[in-house]
């Protein structure tokens, strides 16, 4: 059994999957460049995107995002935080599976987050408050990061901990430029 999702369409994990040749062969579908494999095939690991889908933004930020009048809202990633993106040192959020990211932005935005300087961005956190960042692309690694002291002040003042915690980043648009929200989720609920 096939759920549609985005128009792709893809195994339904709670469906029992009939054994055939195709199904034999292929066990694992891509979705936006992320492998999705059967729940039978899942053994106890920490993944960056979690099969399960974004959670419902709490309502202090998807009311910010209205008041800003923010448009073409859109899910890029959910990341079990690292020892690295919460190390005061580093100052900076590595974005994995950066491909529906790097699809969402315009080529002047592209351009700018390859440059030196990187693109000036804000992110809005699960209580509405907002945070000025860098979105860059190190190329030496191929990997897109936020960075700048706004990201330790999110740390900070939204209480994120490394191992513990996971973060939903959120695309949006305001005021012609570039915003994103980021949920911040325990214990697999969100953030309050």
Do not use: C, H
């Amino acid at each position: 059994m096939m759920v549609r999702l985005f128009g792709v369409d893809i195994p339904n994990p709670n469906a029992k999957l009939e054994e055939t040749e195709r199904t034999k062969k292929r066990k694992s579908t891509r979705l936006f460049g992320q492998e999705i494999v059967p729940q039978s095939d899942i053994k106890k690991i920490r993944s960056s995107s979690p099969l399960s889908p974004p959670s419902v933004l709490p309502f202090p930020l998807m009311e910010t995002i209205r008041e800003m009048e923010g448009k073409d809202l859109i899910f890029v990633v959910r990341k079990i935080l690292k020892r690295s993106d919460t190390d005061p040192g580093l100052n900076r959020f590595l974005v994995p599976n950066n491909e529906v990211l790097w699809g969402f932005l315009s080529e002047a935005e592209k351009a700018a987050v390859e440059g030196g300087n990187g693109l000036g961005v804000v992110v809005v956190d699960p209580r509405g408050g907002m945070y000025d960042m860098k979105l860059k692309k190190w190329m030496s690694m191929n990997m897109i990061v936020l960075n700048s002291s706004g990201w330790q002040k999110f740390v900070k003042d939204n209480g994120v901990k490394a191992e513990d915690d996971s973060v939903e980043l959120w695309s949006f648009r305001a005021f012609s430029k570039l915003y994103f929200g980021m949920n911040v989720k325990r214990d697999g609920s969100p953030s309050n």
